[in-house]
């Protein structure tokens, strides 16, 4: 089986440990207020979260890597 | 019908039985029993009076119908399917784990589902809250987060958000990715961001969702805004039973 290749977002000290569980939440958060303003496009389905949950994904090593 | 905790349940799952469960896969049978089916109940428009079927409850639960997705049996068959094409034992196990979640899950309403179809057409319900989903997503989305629908969504997300470390990368990186072949399968389609997105999709979108719809059906909506966890709950709500 393939192993996984080198993973650099992975939180290296307990700061980065908390910011990273921030900034879950505040994802989550800012989310699930778009989808109380506007439940049609945000909270009918997961697969209209991908995109966001992708974005989030994406930055995620790039704001989590700024806390040392 | 539940809602958000058909997203969160496998993730619990999958915690709890360990490397025999396939996170993926227990996600699909999760999602399996309504994915052809909702929009038919619910119709095209968000705020209903678009429907598609005369008798949206004999559709989704039904039989004549396809109330068989709510079943035990044909989850069974299904995950034989899966075990046939890949020879993979623990995705069709998953396939199946959670898939009678789901149908489980859905005993919790006032419709209930067909336990023992195809040998008989009784529902097992339990009318913790009312089947409202013939009224529309958005009347049912009044209906079932304001009842103890909700609670039963705050319960698995409350419990999930005991177990967060099982959405961590790192979690994902030692114990999922080595111990399923579908990641390494998906990593080769695609990239690992991707990868990463499909397995937080789900819980991300359930605890999201659960937030927003209940400020929405508190907050935002103005039909009935209150709270309601009584048993059958919520009381202006239709009594619907099975077909």
Same mark, same amino acid.
């Given at each position: 089986?393939?192993?996984?290749?080198?993973?650099?977002?992975?939180?290296?000290?307990?700061?980065?440990?908390?910011?990273?569980?921030?900034?879950?939440?505040?994802?989550?958060?800012?989310?699930?207020?778009?989808?109380?303003?506007?439940?049609?496009?945000?909270?009918?389905?997961?697969?209209?979260?991908?995109?966001?949950?992708?974005?989030?994904?994406?930055?995620?090593?790039?704001?989590?890597?700024?806390?040392? | 019908?539940?809602?958000?905790?058909?997203?969160?349940?496998?993730?619990?799952?999958?915690?709890?039985?360990?490397?025999?469960?396939?996170?993926?896969?227990?996600?699909?049978?999760?999602?399996?029993?309504?994915?052809?089916?909702?929009?038919?109940?619910?119709?095209?428009?968000?705020?209903?009076?678009?429907?598609?079927?005369?008798?949206?409850?004999?559709?989704?639960?039904?039989?004549?119908?396809?109330?068989?997705?709510?079943?035990?049996?044909?989850?069974?068959?299904?995950?034989?399917?899966?075990?046939?094409?890949?020879?993979?034992?623990?995705?069709?196990?998953?396939?199946?784990?959670?898939?009678?979640?789901?149908?489980?899950?859905? +005993?919790?309403?006032?419709?209930?589902?067909?336990?023992?179809?195809?040998?008989?057409?009784?529902?097992?319900?339990?009318?913790?809250?009312?089947?409202?989903?013939?009224?529309?997503?958005?009347?049912?989305?009044?209906?079932?987060?304001?009842?103890?629908?909700?609670?039963?969504?705050?319960?698995?997300?409350?419990?999930?958000?005991?177990?967060?470390?099982?959405?961590? +990368?790192?979690?994902?990186?030692?114990?999922?990715?080595?111990?399923?072949?579908?990641?390494?399968?998906?990593?080769?389609?695609?990239?690992?961001?991707?990868?990463?997105?499909?397995?937080?999709?789900?819980?991300?979108?359930?605890?999201?969702?659960?937030?927003?719809?209940?400020?929405?059906?508190?907050?935002?909506?103005?039909?009935?805004?209150?709270?309601?966890?009584?048993?059958?709950?919520?009381?202006?709500?239709?009594?619907?039973?099975?077909?």
């Amino acid at each position: 089986m393939t192993e996984p290749p080198i993973q650099p977002e992975h939180p290296k000290t307990r700061l980065q440990g908390r910011v990273a569980v921030a900034y879950w939440l505040l994802a989550g958060l800012v989310y699930a207020l778009m989808g109380m303003l506007y439940p049609p496009l945000f909270l009918l389905g997961f697969q209209e979260s991908v995109i966001a949950v992708y974005l989030v994904t994406a930055l995620a090593p790039v704001v989590i890597r700024r806390f040392r | 019908m539940s809602w958000a905790a058909h997203d969160l349940e496998p993730y619990l799952i999958r915690w709890k039985i360990g490397a025999a469960i396939s996170l993926p896969f227990c996600l699909l049978g999760s999602y399996s029993p309504d994915m052809f089916t909702k929009w038919a109940v619910y119709g095209l428009d968000f705020s209903g009076g678009k429907e598609l079927v005369s008798d949206p409850v004999q559709l989704h639960r039904g039989w004549p119908g396809v109330g068989f997705t709510h079943t035990l049996i044909v989850p069974l068959l299904v995950s034989g399917v899966i075990y046939l094409l890949s020879k993979q034992k623990m995705w069709a196990v998953s396939f199946l784990i959670g898939a009678w979640a789901h149908v489980l899950s859905d +005993t919790l309403d006032s419709v209930g589902v067909m336990v023992f179809f195809p040998f008989s057409t009784w529902h097992l319900h339990l009318d913790v809250w009312q089947y409202v989903g013939q009224a529309g997503r958005r009347r049912d989305a009044v209906a079932y987060y304001t009842s103890l629908g909700g609670a039963w969504d705050i319960f698995w997300a409350v419990w999930l958000a005991t177990r967060w470390r099982v959405l961590t +990368t790192a979690y994902f990186d030692t114990q999922l990715f080595p111990k399923d072949p579908f990641w390494p399968w998906l990593l080769r389609k695609s990239n690992r961001t991707f990868c990463l997105t499909v397995y937080r999709a789900s819980a991300f979108f359930g605890f999201a969702s659960i937030v927003g719809w209940m400020m929405w059906a508190l907050f935002v909506n103005e039909f009935n805004p209150h709270l309601d966890w009584s048993l059958g709950g919520p009381s202006w709500a239709p009594r619907t039973g099975p077909p």
